[in-house]
């Protein structure tokens, strides 16, 4: 069980998004991709320079330790004026697997340029521009922060609008998805959800869930069907 305290804890998320290309505010003949809908109602753009970037996937020419990442991008973060949370990862897009650098939390397009440019100058090489988009199964090794804010509910410290809740195990994430699209089709709000693993005094398999004007018994409730539906797998076969 997760404990009741705030924590802090290494691991990963799971999550489907479609991912588009940015074409400018970029290093020159390097791949970097935007999030077009982090969540649901959340819109994304992919032009107007004057806009806040969605997340920013910058692609790396081989894999690197998340390790060696959060070293680095410490060290960036000292010497750049600009505000910025980084993370790794890789993503599948059409059976494809890339290696991404992901950066959150920008105030502008103009400071991707720079932060590839740092990057780029303490050895990390960048993938060539392709022609490379759309829905992608994205993995995400992070630092979660999180604290109880009710009976088996946590929310995420620095952002109100992110929870998670335990389950038992770690569902194939296409029956994840049906399990998702039944619960999601017989509710009356809108909620985005993904699965992770947190590293505590053991592993947790948790479900992140997204969503605005959430109250803890709506929470609950999305907790106890997702319960419901892992412990009997054949449901929705009916």
């Known amino acids: 069980m997760m404990p009741d305290l705030v924590e802090y804890a290494a691991g990963t998320i799971t999550k489907e998004e479609e991912l588009v290309r940015i074409e400018h505010s970029v290093m020159p003949g390097t791949l970097v ?19 806040i970037p969605n997340d920013i996937y910058l692609v790396t020419r081989a ?5 060696e990442i959060l070293r680095k991008a410490r ?4 010497v750049l004026r600009d505000k910025f949370e980084a993370s790794y990862g890789q993503a599948e897009i059409d059976s494809r697997k890339y290696h991404f650098i992901r950066i959150k939390n920008l105030d502008c397009f103009e400071c991707i340029d720079r932060i590839q440019k740092a990057f780029e100058a303490e050895g990390i090489e960048f993938c060539k521009k392709r022609n490379v ?11 979660f922060s999180f604290k109880k804010i009710a009976d088996h ?9 992110v929870y998670y809740f335990e389950i038992p195990c770690k569902p194939d994430w296409e029956f994840f998805k049906k399990i ?3 619960i999601r089709s017989n509710v009356n709000y809108s909620f985005d959800a993904a699965l992770g693993v947190i590293y ?17 018994e709506q929470l609950d409730f999305i907790r ?3 319960l419901y539906e892992l412990e009997h797998p054949d449901h929705l076969e009916c």
């Not at 894999?63 to 390790?67: C, D, F, I, K, Q």
């Open 63 to 67: 894999r690197h330790e998340g390790e």
């Open 153 to 161: 509910i946590f929310v995420n410290i620095h952002n109100p609008l």
């Open 200 to 216: 505590l005094d053991e592993l947790h398999d948790i479900v992140r869930i997204f969503g605005r004007d959430l109250a803890a």
């Open 224 to 226: 106890e069907k997702y």
């Open 33 to 51: 991709l935007e999030s077009s809908h982090p969540y649901p109602g959340y819109h994304g753009t992919n032009v107007p320079e004057t806009m």
């Open 75 to 78: 060290k960036i973060k000292t």
């Open 180 to 182: 998702t699209y039944y």
């Open 133 to 143: 988009e759309g829905q992608a199964l994205i993995r995400i090794q992070r630092v």
